[in-house]
């Protein structure tokens, strides 16, 4: 998995936080790091929440981005 320097602070920093609020961080995520975390969803699924997948590709919609 490769993450974004942005990503890697965002991860480094709220590895304490429930997934209600890593959801609410997610979808304040730029467009980019979406992308990133998206990319390494699909490369391991196991490691995130569904309430996560939906959050990034909830996001990435609400940017008029649309997943096939």
Do not use: C, H, W
């Not at 480094?12 to 979406?34: F, G, M, P």
């Not at 995130?48 to 997943?67: C, D, H, Q, R, W």
Request: glycine content about 2%; hydrophobic content about 45%.
């Amino acid at each position: 998995m490769k993450y974004s320097p942005k990503l890697n602070q965002f991860l480094a920093e709220n590895t304490e936080l429930t997934n209600e609020q890593k959801v609410e961080k997610i979808a304040k995520l730029e467009t980019d790091d979406l992308f990133d975390l998206m990319r390494n969803v699909e490369e391991a699924q196991d490691k995130y929440s569904g309430m996560v997948i939906k959050t990034v590709a909830g996001a990435l919609l609400a940017k008029n981005i649309f997943l096939v």
